[in-house]
Structure formats: structure tokens, C-alpha cells
């Protein structure tokens, strides 16, 4: 099914998700993270190409504008979790590229100390708890985070991210409930780029508004364009706001698409390169925002030029660090196995 005939974004009866304003430092900083997702996932690409990095590797290119929209609402003191096409999530947490790229290679300098590798990588630091290979595992363990805010009444919330496939998994429900009962304070974000693996959402889901999966459990949803930054950020703002008033959890379906194939093993033979070709050519999230920063004077054309040989420049970087990063020990298999109580 071509992308664009996808379900256009709704509102709930709370508003909208009509883009909003932000400063002009903000949105050239909001630029600068998509453009760094997507040249540090070319760049992952490439080291996949070259048998650097090893196991499954899912790339983000396409989706940055959810990660970066959401992240700009959120604050230190929450935390964030979601599923194994993660890289984006990571460096919208605001964690190294080179750390990222090291565990990417399998080597000591990554932030699992090349353990995890692409899917399985965490920063208590940062509040960033993964990272998980099991489908729709973040939705019950980002419940569990949002417990343990309200527990201990330090006024944080978590972000769980899942993909549309996830959406029709037993867990997901169950989670709901408890979060809903209990009035959790949990954003759940789906992330519909709509292809769970190589099946269309049409094919895979009774029913494809996700955004209304949680009314029986008295949950609000709303569809938001998710290759749109401002309306990724203005949902989330209004969504955080009332979780924060301690209405309970939300509902935020990002409709958004990704260009490359389910993960790096994928030919994508589902779709056909038309399709691709036009989403990319008229829905590119960091395209929009940059003529969206050059029209209203935000920036310019140089300045663009400026930040993109930047990024480039810090994603070789990470590359060269990561490749010349040593092999984690042997014994290392040993450890993170226990924790200390």
C-alpha cells in the first residue's frame, strides 16, 4: 500500500497536534540531532556494508523527526525506553556517537562495553534503559519505570517506544491496564513507520488506528504526523503536561516511515521503490525543517552547509574511535551478570 494513502494524523478531544513555535536556538538545535541520527545510520550502514559491525542492525533513517520531537518535550529527570531500532533514541538521550558506534562494532569503548551491541545498549546516566531485541518488551518495562517514578515521587515519567507491530502484542494490553489503573505516569509512543518487518499494517492489524488502542482501558491517543518535528513536539508537550497533572498515561501514534529495509539483512521487495522515492521526496523530516529554518530566516543555506560538515566530521570521528577500540576481554563474560544489592 503506498504511503500516501496512510491515515491522515487526528486529533483528541484535548486539542491537536497542530505545529507550534519554538525558539530559533531550539529549532537549529532540534535540526542539527536529526541530521546527526541520520548521518551517524548512513555511517552505520556503511560499517554493516564492510563486515564491522556483526549480528542485526536496524537503521532509524527516516524516523529521526519522533525521537528528536519527543525527546524535546521531556526533561533529565525522565527516562526513556524502546525496542532494537534504537540508535536514534540513544543520541536523542544525549549519548556519545562514539560510545554508541563502539557497541555497535562489538568493542570495550561501547556503552555495554561491546556486549549488547546494536539492540542492547544502556546509559543509567542519561536515564536511557534500552534497547530490546523482544517485541514489545519495552511496553511492560517502561510501565515498570513509570511505577518506580510514581513510587518514589521524584515527578519523572517514562517514555516507552514500540512499533506498530508491537502494538498487537498480549503484554502491551496488560500493560495498559496496570498503567491506566494505577494512573501511571507513562507516554506510550508508537512508532507506525507501517511495516511490522515486511508486513503492512493492513495485513498484520484488525484495525490500524493505534492512536485508539487504549480507549477501553480509558487511555487518550492521538495520530500525529511523526515526520513533522514541531507537531512530534507540540503532541508530546500537551501529552506530558497532562501525564504531569496526573492524569495517567497517553497515547501518541507517530505516523512515520522508514527507508530502509526492516533491518540491514532486508531487500524491502514489499514496497516498491516509487513509493519510497515519493515519501522521501516530499515527507523528509529534516528537509522540511530545513526549508522551514530557511524561509523564515532562521538560518540559511551556508549555515545548513556549516552544520552538516559538522556532524560528518564528528560521526568519522566516532567511526575511527570505535574501530580502534579494543576487543572487550574474555572476562567480561563474567560480569554485569549480578547486581549488588
Not at 96 to 102: I, L, Q, R, S
Not at 272 to 281: L, M, P, T, Y
Request: glycine content about 14%; charged content about 25%.
Amino acid at each position: 500500500m503506498a504511503a500516501s494513502s496512510a491515515r491522515k494524523p487526528h486529533a483528541d478531544k484535548s486539542g491537536g497536534s497542530k505545529p507550534g513555535h519554538a525558539p530559533a536556538d531550539e529549532l537549529i538545535r532540534l535540526y542539527r540531532m536529526m541530521l546527526l541520527i541520520r548521518r551517524f545510520e548512513e555511517k552505520a550502514g556503511q560499517l554493516y556494508g564492510m563486515g564491522r559491525i556483526g549480528g542485526f542492525c536496524h537503521l532509524y533513517i527516516g524516523q529521526e523527526a519522533v525521537v528528536v520531537g519527543v525527546q524535546a518535550a521531556l526533561t533529565p529527570k525522565d527516562s526513556v525506553i524502546t525496542a532494537y531500532r534504537d540508535h536514534g533514541h540513544m543520541l536523542a538521550c544525549g549519548m556519545e556517537p562514539k560510545g554508541v558506534m563502539a557497541e555497535l562494532t562489538g568493542r570495550s569503548g561501547g556503552y555495554s562495553r561491546g556486549k549488547g551491541g546494536s539492540m542492547h545498549m544502556f546509559s543509567r546516566e542519561k536515564n536511557f534503559y534500552g534497547g530490546h531485541g523482544i517485541v514489545g518488551a519495552s511496553v511492560p518495562l517502561g510501565t515498570g519505570l513509570a511505577f518506580a517514578h510514581q513510587y518514589r515521587g521524584d515527578g519523572g515519567l517514562c517514555a516507552a517506544y514500540m512499533g506498530d507491530g508491537a502494538a498487537n502484542q498480549g503484554q502491551v494490553y496488560e500493560s495498559f491496564n496496570m498503567a491506566s489503573l494505577w494512573k501511571l505516569p507513562v507516554l506510550y509512543v508508537i512508532e507506525n513507520n507501517r511495516y511490522g518487518m515486511g508486513t503492512s499494517i493492513e495485513r498484520a492489524s484488525a484495525r490500524t488506528d493505534f492512536a485508539g488502542r487504549g480507549h477501553s482501558f480509558g487511555i487518550p491517543g492521538e495520530a500525529v504526523d511523526g515526520m513533522d518535528l514541531l507537531a512530534v513536539r507540540t503532541a508530546t508537550l500537551s501529552a506530558v503536561a497532562a501525564i504531569r497533572a496526573g492524569q495517567g498515561p497517553r497515547i501518541l501514534e507517530m505516523m512515520t516511515y522508514r527507508y530502509r529495509g526492516h533491518s540491514m539483512s532486508d531487500p524491502a521487495k514489499y514496497r516498491s521503490k516509487e513509493e519510497v522515492d515519493k515519501v522521501r521526496g516530499e515527507r523528509d523530516p529534516i528537509e522540511g525543517l530545513k526549508h522551514r529554518l530557511v524561509e523564515q530566516g532562521t538560518s540559511d543555506e551556508a549555515r545548513i552547509k556549516d552544520l552538516d560538515g559538522e556532524v560528518r566530521a564528528l560521526v568519522n570521528a566516532a567511526a575511527e574511535f570505535a574501530q580502534a577500540s579494543p576487543e572487550p576481554d574474555p572476562a567480561e563474560l563474567a560480569t554485569d551478570i549480578l547486581v549488588a544489592a
